[in-house]
């Protein structure tokens, strides 16, 4: 029997708070591993037929549908839309629930297609159009005939995608150092020579290099001149552990994008107090932070040019000045996360000059022999 309107807002609620408890819950069990949920990748989820990338809660349900279901994509559309193609639902799939609230004033602009394909019981609250749709991943369909190449499938080798990707972003990167950062003041991203990254957790030292390259790039977009998170991107305030989160997830989904690896970074284990503080208050700022961190791959995708749709104006997130008063208040760090964070510093210094005198002396001997 078919859902009534109020056990579709019902449903979708509470699958929403699900996941979120979810996500909370994993970011508690790999504290000890610095292992985060989006380090598995985070795949955008997309419509098959309009092109366009689902947001917010959306993205959260379909993308915890996949990893459930094992989905090989993150594509979706509704049963007509499939239809349209002939490529039809395999006979007793089912469908996923997504929500849409759209401006009254902005129903006019909005994709009429995606409209005709809502059901058709829709309401209006506090000036806005609520709708829903079901819809069903690539991998339910029958006789799927339209399949599209992947963005970055079956062209050059990954590594080289994201250097030419970098490249075309037209960020001053620095090589030298140990230590992986970006410089706001001087608007400069500082790389270690990609010698020095070794292994990680089953990523190669390449695998490596690259995530933490995307992940410094997240960051280089919050400059005022271009995605304008000057009021979190700034390291010493407690709202930058927010900006951390924000390049935490950017960086899942542009690795997932290239086929990339991403490895858990010790770094982070000063911030997932703050997280969770503020994530357990309320977790809408999580889905926040992977708004604003899409904002920034799309401004990276129009920049370097590598993405062939429009992108519409409600990609464009900002930092407003409550958000950041909210974040302050709370990730303010306790005393305790204060003397950890120092920990941290000092062992990951520890770690680098050790690794360094080792290989000097490994290359010493090398030489000897040689």
Known sequence: MPMTWEEKIAYHKNRSNQIAQSIIEQIEEGVDKWEMPWHKGIPQAKNRVTGKFYGGNNLLILWDECQK?????????????????????????KGTLVKFVIPQDDLEEYDQLELELADDETEDIDGFRIFFHYVFNIDQVTNNRINQIGLFQNQAPKFEQIEEFV??????????????????????????????????????????????????????????????????????????????????????????????????????????????????????????????????????????????????EHYAREVKEELVKVLNEHMKTDVSDQWFEKVISSWDQLARVTQDKIQSLVDMDLKRKS
């Open 69 to 93: 279901k094992g989905y090989s994509q993150n594509v979706w559309a509704t049963m007509r839309q499939w239809n349209q193609f002939g490529s039809g639902v395999q006979q007793g799939s």
């Open 167 to 312: 490249l075309k972003t037209e960020a001053k990167i620095a090589h030298k150092g140990t230590r992986a950062l970006y410089n706001v003041d001087k608007d400069q991203i500082i790389m270690p020579p990609k010698a020095s990254f070794r292994e990680v957790e089953g990523a190669t030292s390449l695998e490596n290099y690259y995530a933490t390259l995307l992940h410094e790039i997240i960051h280089w977009t919050g400059h005022n001149s271009r995605c304008d998170r000057g009021m979190i991107n700034k390291k010493g305030s407690p709202a930058y552990a927010f900006e951390e989160l924000i390049a935490e997830l950017g960086t899942a989904i542009l690795t997932t994008q290239f086929s990339n690896k991403l490895t858990p970074r010790k770094g982070h284990a000063k911030y997932v107090n703050s997280w969770l503080r503020v994530l357990k208050h309320d977790f809408k700022y999580f889905v926040e932070a992977l708004e604003l961190s899409r904002t920034a791959i799309h401004w990276l995708f129009e920049k370097t040019g590598v993405f062939p749709y429009p992108l519409p």
